[in-house]
């Protein structure tokens, strides 16, 4: 008979007492399978089982299942539970689905249809059930069936409480699993309406669901932020809460979270809800420093956490000097805490705090206090947080002290961070250094305390200063001779002394006591001593050294000579050896001086430290000082030094640090004599949203030549002796280039054109708005091409965007030879058309003529720029207007390979954001375009359909018709 009596199933009691009563593994497997033997012939019995005893059995097997056993049976008896009218029933076979049951079982379908029909019930106990199920299970394929219903449970003015509350999590876990078919317009309004409900369960989930909406699209939600403000002012006003009141505050999660979604917006611009926020703030602020309510530590926390995040939205604002110095008077006394997470949070708020201009005078306040949280701290994550707010905070008044304390604590630091902090401590003396002397103590002192930790960047960016400032190079090369004769000397220290000494070794030569043949010895004695890479620099150094001090050369020589070098094993030690002894053999001492002589002063390059902390970690980097205070001077890694080589071109005497961008590292392994590649700079991503608007800022100009170790002379824009430019579009016969689709976005390097005669390529370089094109002709025939000659046809609409210039070059062209030709192009405006090159000749009697194609197109003068997800869909909603939008749908050319995809948006020039899109297969990017005129910046999303092999590509920029021509370009290589 089926079981009428309670749910108390005694049957799954007794097995789980006999399970713990097992005293072997063996003895507990035995029952176990004696467990399974017995349900897998009740379930293929004839008789008939009730729900009672389905939901035993299940439970017996979710029990074995958790125990680690596998269960292979059951599936359907869940299923059958799930139409069960009772609670119990149903329960358990919604959490055995939960648990055991994969999205590709075959009764998947099955499932999906039960929770449709919980869903439709009118139980509220068993719409709570699907809904949980859901949010635990869900998958995209659930998502597109049921994702319709959840939205209509939730705004249903009918709905229960508790289920309006499970409905919200469950909308939330569907937007995660599809965010791409979320109806934004349709629900935005009546999603924003629950944060007015009574019930504050319902408004705490709801905003965990808007906060998430807002992130995916801030502008179809901004309705929310007066709600949001509206229901804060009344919980901090509130008292009394019933429910929602813990430890005596009052619904402190809901608080939380709606501070949170404030911050993903600016201030409000309507002024009364502003000042409703500020008094809600300003009463937060003041509760700090009430006594206690209670002892109890979970009081302590939830306040705190209000606190916290209540300056987090002071400091996003960033604007209210009051409220901001208050809070960091506030964090000023958690400094002291006995609690270790609130000294740690009031240390991070601090450092958010020191970078604005309304309260970095209150945090140097607290400078003592955390000088000893840096010296007295046990906890290490505190420390770590004591040294970014030492950072945050350093001017030039304090730069002396702090620094000091930096070099200190580096001695005893843990080793995980010490990099980070030397780069630290280098960026702080560097920007802050009145005295270069100073300076060069620091870093040199810097080598020697933690020289394994050195990364090469501050090295380089120390030989630099030296080579940039006269009246420092007597001192540097004095102070780092000196450091040479320590007993212990780092290699890091050998390389800026060689490169020091090899420079400016003279300069102190008139001591004997760091004569020229001291110098030498000195060097060579930590010869045998080096890896590879600082040995190339000390011969480098050494053939230095005879130009500097011709009395020593034949020391010098002998040293070049010895079989170690001209018989080593590393070929590059070897050819140097051999080369520099030759060299200091044959040349006379007029030529000697020239090819050796001094360095030249450095151009502007962006530094290269910053960019390097940044990787390192999640410091705030300081932008008012940085970009500011001083006049940037911009640096160029030192490559000829990391390859042992002087011959790096470069200018400039002004301040140190510059701004924030990476420079590529140089090439360790390069030739003396070869220039140092450093590639075209990023754009600096504090810049981006400046030129996102609609008046771009113009850019300053970037002289990068890297082309020049391999190209002649480049060709001046005025093209005096060079070929014809002409401005018309001349009939271009596409299947000539079949692959120049390639040069798009993965290449700039190539075949451009091929035949039995000739064979055209191209290398080429931009930078800034500026570009060069080498173009290589070769002669394949075995006979000479005659008449060669070259025209530039540029299409008369980019008469005024684009200054093509080019080098004349011989009009014949012999048997297997081949020439090269340099053009350069400067983008002026936003040009659509590539430059034809027209190319006649004649072989063999026979005149030739071709047409091709440059590889010069706008997307070659973009560079990434990063953006947050905030950032990004506020800009993509700003640039909305039509002709600053273009979006093309077309069916994919190539296999639709994610990675693949993505490098090639990388390589068309913008810099793809991972994590900003809601729909993780979406690809995103942002980047600028340099022109003469300005920048232009441009946002880019790509939706791929797998299914239908298809993209949607949409480009949005903010110049006029400038989204059209990135459009069809990308979509040439999709």
């Not at 958010?352 to 290490?380: C, I, P, Y």
């Not at 560097?430 to 090469?456: P, Q």
């Not at 793809?912 to 999303?941: K, M, S």
Request: with cysteine; aromatic share 8%; hydrophobic share 40%.
């Amino acid at each position: 008979m089926p079981r009428t009596g309670g749910d108390s199933m005694r049957g799954l009691a007794v097995f789980i007492a006999d399970i713990r009563n097992c005293k072997s593994r063996e003895q507990e497997k035995k029952r176990i399978n004696k467990e399974l033997a017995n349900i897998r012939s009740k379930f293929k019995g004839d008789k008939q089982l009730d729900g009672y005893q389905k939901k035993k059995y299940v439970c017996k097997l979710l029990f074995i299942f958790l125990l680690g056993n596998d269960v292979d049976f059951g599936h359907t008896e869940a299923v059958d539970l799930l139409a069960s009218n009772r609670y119990t029933e149903k329960q358990i076979g919604y959490l055995f689905i939960s648990v055991m049951m994969h999205h590709s079982n075959e009764l998947y379908k099955l499932v999906i249809q039960a929770i449709k029909n919980d869903l439709s019930s009118k139980d509220p106990v068993h719409i709570c059930l699907a809904l949980t199920c859901i949010a635990n299970i869900g998958t995209p394929d659930m998502a597109g069936e049921i994702g319709d219903e959840v939205p209509r449970i939730l705004t249903q003015p009918d709905t229960l409480h508790g289920v309006k509350k499970c409905a919200a999590l469950c909308l939330l876990r569907l937007f995660e699993l599809k965010p791409d078919k979320f109806n934004h317009a349709d629900l935005s309004s009546r999603l924003i309406a629950l944060l007015s409900d009574q019930h504050l369960g319902v408004v705490t989930s709801s905003c965990s669901l808007i906060q998430a909406l807002v992130s995916a699209n801030p502008e179809e939600y901004k309705g929310c932020v007066s709600l949001a403000v509206s229901r804060l002012s009344r919980i901090v006003s509130s008292t009394d809460l019933k429910d929602y009141m813990y430890y005596f505050i009052a619904a402190p999660w809901l608080s939380v979270k709606l501070l949170r979604l404030l911050q993903s917006y600016p201030q409000p611009e309507d002024s009364s809800v502003y000042e409703r926020l500020k008094e809600a703030l300003e009463t937060i602020l003041n509760r700090a420093t009430d006594p206690p309510k209670s002892k109890k530590i979970q009081h302590t926390n939830a306040k705190n956490a209000v606190l916290f995040e209540a300056i987090n939205l002071i400091i996003h604002y960033d604007s209210d000097a009051a409220l901001m110095v208050r809070s960091c008077n506030l964090l000023g006394g958690f400094l002291n805490s006995k609690e270790t997470n609130l000294r740690y949070l009031a240390l991070e708020s601090l450092t958010n705090l020191a970078v604005s201009e309304f309260s970095r005078r209150a945090v140097m306040k607290h400078q003592e206090t955390v000088l000893q949280a840096l010296k007295n701290e046990r906890d290490l994550s505190v420390r770590q947080r004591a040294v970014d707010l030492l950072y945050a905070m350093c001017d030039r008044e304090h730069s002396g002290e702090i620094v000091s304390e930096l070099l200190v604590y580096l001695e005893k630091a843990d080793y995980s961070i010490r990099e980070e902090l030397v780069l630290k401590i280098a960026i702080l003396a560097e920007k802050f250094a009145t005295d270069y002397n100073w300076y060069v103590d620091v870093i040199l002192n810097l080598i020697r305390v933690a020289g394994d930790y050195i990364a090469d960047e501050v090295w380089y960016r120390v030989t630099q200063i030296v080579i940039n400032r006269d009246d420092i190079q007597a001192y540097a090369a004095k102070t780092v001779f000196e450091a040479l004769q320590a007993p212990s000397c780092h290699e890091n220290m050998v390389k800026v002394g060689a490169y020091i000494l090899g420079e400016f070794g003279n300069l102190i030569a008139g001591d004997e006591r760091a004569g020229p043949i001291v110098q030498f010895r000195l060097l060579h004695s930590m010869f045998h001593l080096c890896s590879n890479t600082t040995k190339y620099i000390l011969l480098s150094t050494y053939v230095k050294l005879i130009n500097l001090f011709p009395e020593i050369k034949s020391d010098i020589e002998a040293v070049l000579k010895h079989n170690n070098q001209i018989q080593n094993s590393d070929a590059e030690i070897q050819q140097r050896a051999v080369e520099y002894s030759k060299l200091s053999e044959i040349a006379s001492p007029d030529l000697l001086a020239t090819v050796l002589e001094e360095m030249p002063q450095f151009t502007e390059r962006e530094s290269s430290l910053l960019a390097k902390l940044k990787k390192k970690s999640n410091t705030i980097v300081r932008e008012r000082d940085f970009d500011k205070e001083d006049p940037p001077e911009r640096q160029e890694s030192p490559a000829g030094a990391a390859s042992g080589g002087y011959n790096i071109t470069l200018t400039a005497n002004s301040d140190l640090m510059g701004p924030r961008t990476p420079v590529d590292s140089p090439n360790v392994n390069a030739r003396e004599g070869n220039n140092a590649n450093v590639g075209a700079p990023a754009v600096p991503e504090n810049n981006l949203l400046d030129i996102l608007s609609e008046n771009p800022a113009p850019q300053t100009q970037s002289n990068t030549d890297t082309l020049a170790s391999i190209l002649d002379q480049a060709p001046t824009p005025n093209n005096d002796g060079g070929i014809q430019v002409v401005y018309d579009v001349p009939p271009y016969n596409e299947g000539l280039q079949p692959n120049f689709v390639n040069f798009v976005c993965l290449r700039n390097n190539g075949i451009l054109f091929e035949n039995e005669l000739l064979q055209v390529g191209v290398k080429s370089e931009f930078s800034g708005n500026q570009g060069k094109v080498a173009v290589f002709y070769g002669n394949k025939s075995p006979i000479p091409l005659m008449d060669f000659k070259t025209t530039l046809h540029v299409n008369p609409k980019d008469q005024s965007l684009a200054t093509v210039a080019a080098q004349p070059i011989a009009t014949l062209v012999p048997a297997g030879a081949q020439i090269q030709q340099v053009i350069t192009i400067t983008a002026t405006g936003f040009f659509e058309n590539q430059p034809i090159l027209q190319l006649t000749f004649q072989n063999s009697g026979i005149p030739h003529n071709f047409l091709l194609k440059l590889p010069i197109m706008i997307n070659k003068f973009c560079r990434g720029a990063a953006m947050t997800s905030q950032d990004f869909f506020v800009r993509w909603k700003s640039l909305s207007a039509p002709n600053q939008q273009s979006q093309k749908v077309f069916n994919a050319s190539k296999p639709m390979d994610t990675e693949l995809v993505k490098s090639k948006v990388s390589s068309f020039g913008l810099q793809v954001l991972e994590g900003v899109d809601p729909n993780a297969e979406n690809i995103v990017g942002a980047g600028i375009v340099a022109t003469e005129t300005g920048q232009v910046g441009c946002l880019l999303r790509l939706e791929p359909s797998k299914q239908a092999q298809m993209y949607r590509l949409t480009m949005r920029a903010a110049r006029a018709d400038a989204a059209a021509v990135l459009t069809s370009l990308l979509a040439l290589d999709l």
